[in-house]
């Protein structure tokens, strides 16, 4: 064990929240319930990354009174890097959620068992 | 050598007739055996929906998953696996997050030369106040064009999955008017005042992604919740007036090709030494910042017309 | 500031608990919902407003508006379901 569990609570945090939607994936039968384990496991490496540029006791990056000194703000670069992949994650859920309509109007069910079964008694 | 015969002659010969023995065109006891002349085949509908029936009955039986005492013992088995390796994941996970160096300080690798030159020349070089902005609309614009096109495919996908024709379109509106409120008069109250504040306020994000917090992904997202309030109070006869399949073709076509076009002409001059045409103006006034502003409007109007598309194309199967 | 993160963050597991143990889906679509709104109050507390405005109007707005609509057009497949039985025996 490392000396700085406690310190990097936040990624600690980030961990669980990942293994939490990683187990919803594995163990829900319910395909809405998967994805919204899905978009935890997203959310989970945002905050990961988000708390990597994080550094304690500067500002957002955005220019205050014309100081550009590297002193003065946090890293930018995890930012930009999750917000391209925040409205990723959404257009990905669209068509998540688009497939499951589909798969309801074929077998009448969200269950993932049910519809693997009804598949195998289709004989395919 | 061999002689010629006629078709006649061929045909009394034995090969001629053995051969077509052998391929099966003529039966040998037509004619010599007696026979009872053969009843024609008919389809019994009783007999087939029985069979059908045992069917079922042998496929219920052999994917009796309730009464199935490996499947069960199966599934014990994978749910407990499953929370073992979860268990275990997380312990690995957690020894590893235990050994990164410590959250906040400056000494993190991730806070090197890249993220400085950001900081220190960005206002500088992309004329931009907030530095986010500078660099996903300059520095790395090849990613936000790439993002802007993901987007794009993701409604082209979600359309063909849930396109409907117009006939079953007609029937999926009065469907969807069985579910909905129409014409409710608290949340039309409700939306006449609140549509146009959504929508101010994301044009303003929009407008002012480079000199604070916001842009187009932000800006654009807000717009879109405003027109989906506005579909939900007033319905999808008021918003066809302004907003159809063809609006939203061109709006992304244009978008896209205006984006793509100027950060061309920009990546262009910037790797060839040329002097660009586009002012840098004064860091902090609106216009300013070169072609971040008017990029920013590009991507908000993707994003605004894709989340209206996506939430249409839930409901109806098309605008 | 810290003890104000601690406390989002044990928001945010709990939130993510929550969904897997709900038995309701409009339930579970909620608690999404609230999951996203404690992480963009967490992003503000990690400096980075421009990810909160995007957390706001996209997770806990686009999202789950997205979630309803697929919610309601599921009932609406169900409650047209025994029409489209009906044709098939008639057929």
């Keep these: 064990m490392g000396p700085n569990l406690f310190t990097n609570y936040g990624e600690a945090v980030s961990a669980i929240l990942f293994c939490i939607g990683f187990t919803n994936l594995l163990l829900q039968t319910n395909l809405i319930k998967k994805i919204i384990g899905l978009n935890i496991m997203d959310s989970a490496i945002y905050l990961f990354l988000a708390e990597k540029g994080y550094i304690a006791g500067r500002i957002a990056p955005i220019v205050v009174n014309g100081v550009t000194s590297t002193e003065r703000y946090i890293n930018p670069i995890p930012s930009g890097l999750v917000l391209t992949g925040i409205v990723v994650s959404v257009s990905v859920t669209a068509l998540m959620l688009s497939l499951t309509i589909r798969l309801y109007t074929r077998y009448h069910t969200l269950d993932l068992d049910e519809i693997s079964t009804q598949l195998k008694k289709e004989g395919k | 050598m061999s002689r010629k015969k006629t078709a006649e002659e061929y045909q009394k010969t034995f090969a001629f007739r053995f051969f077509r023995w052998l391929s099966g065109e003529k039966d040998p006891y037509s004619g010599e055996v007696e026979m009872q002349p053969q009843k024609e085949y008919q389809p019994d509908p009783e007999a087939a929906l029985r069979r059908e029936k045992e069917h079922d009955a042998i496929m219920d039986k052999v994917y009796d998953t309730e009464h199935n005492k490996w499947m069960h013992l199966f599934h014990r088995l994978y749910q407990a696996t499953s929370i073992l390796f979860c268990l275990f994941l997380i312990a690995l996970l957690l020894v590893t997050v235990s050994y990164l160096p410590a959250i906040g300080t400056v000494t ?178 609106i216009l300013s910042s070169g072609l971040i502003l008017p990029l920013n409007i590009a991507v908000g109007l993707v994003v605004a017309c894709t989340i209206y598309a996506f939430y249409a194309m839930f409901r109806k199967g098309g605008f | 500031m810290t003890a104000f993160q601690i406390i989002l963050m044990g928001l945010l597991i709990v939130c993510a608990v929550s969904v897997s143990f709900s038995k309701n889906l409009l339930n579970a679509i909620l608690i999404y919902m609230s999951f996203s709104l404690v992480m963009s109050m967490l992003w503000i507390c990690l400096e980075s407003p421009d990810l909160a405005i995007t957390e706001a109007a996209v997770g806990a707005g686009i999202t789950s508006v997205l979630f309803f609509v697929t919610l309601k057009k599921i009932h609406a497949i169900d409650a047209s379901e025994p029409d489209t039985k009906e044709e098939k025996e008639n057929e």
């Design chain 2, 108 to 285: 993190r690798p991730v806070n090197n030369e890249v993220s400085g030159r950001y900081i220190e020349k960005g206002l500088e070089e992309t004329g931009a106040i907030n530095i986010v902005a500078g660099m996903i609309l300059d520095y790395r614009a090849f990613d936000t064009l790439g993002e802007s096109h993901v987007l794009f495919v993701a409604t082209i996908t979600v359309l063909i999955l849930l396109r409907l024709n117009k006939t079953e379109k007609d029937e999926a509106e009065v469907n969807d008017r069985r579910f909905e409120p129409k014409n409710d008069a608290i949340l039309q109250l409700v939306a006449t005042f609140l549509v146009p504040i959504i929508i101010i306020f994301g044009i303003y994000i929009i407008l002012n992604g480079h000199l604070g917090p916001g842009g187009g992904f932000s800006g654009g997202a807000v717009i879109g919740a405003g027109l989906v309030l506005y579909l939900n109070a007033f319905g999808f006869k008021k918003t066809e007036r302004f907003f159809t399949e063809k609006t939203y073709k061109w709006v992304c076509f244009f978008s896209l090709s205006f984006y793509c076009l100027a950060k061309s002409y920009s990546f262009y001059t910037g790797a060839n030494q040329l002097h660009s045409v586009i002012p840098k103006g004064t860091p902090g006034a």
